[in-house]
């Protein structure tokens, strides 16, 4: 039985969106992969975390210009 979760990084513990149905105790096999982010999340992020850049009109092209890189 395979299962794809979703869930948040705490350390060396990761919590998932929802029970697994699995006993206590189940070995399982993970695979660790950073979900990405659609541009305009990163870009509210951003905006949260470096509140003196939220009016900066060109880190939309820069985010851009780093999506584009990446793929």
Do not use: C, H, N, Y
Not at 33 to 50: G, M, N, S
Request: net charge positive; hydrophobic share 45%; glycine share 8%.
């Amino acid at each position: 039985m395979a299962l794809q979760l979703q869930g948040i990084v705490k350390g060396k513990q990761i919590e998932l969106e929802r029970e697994t149905g699995l006993p206590i105790g189940s070995a399982v096999v993970v695979r660790v992969e950073p979900k990405r982010l659609p541009l305009e999340e990163k870009k509210r992020l951003t905006d949260i975390i470096f509140g003196s850049w939220a009016g900066d009109t060109s880190l939309k092209a820069i985010f851009a210009e780093i999506e584009k890189l990446r793929a």
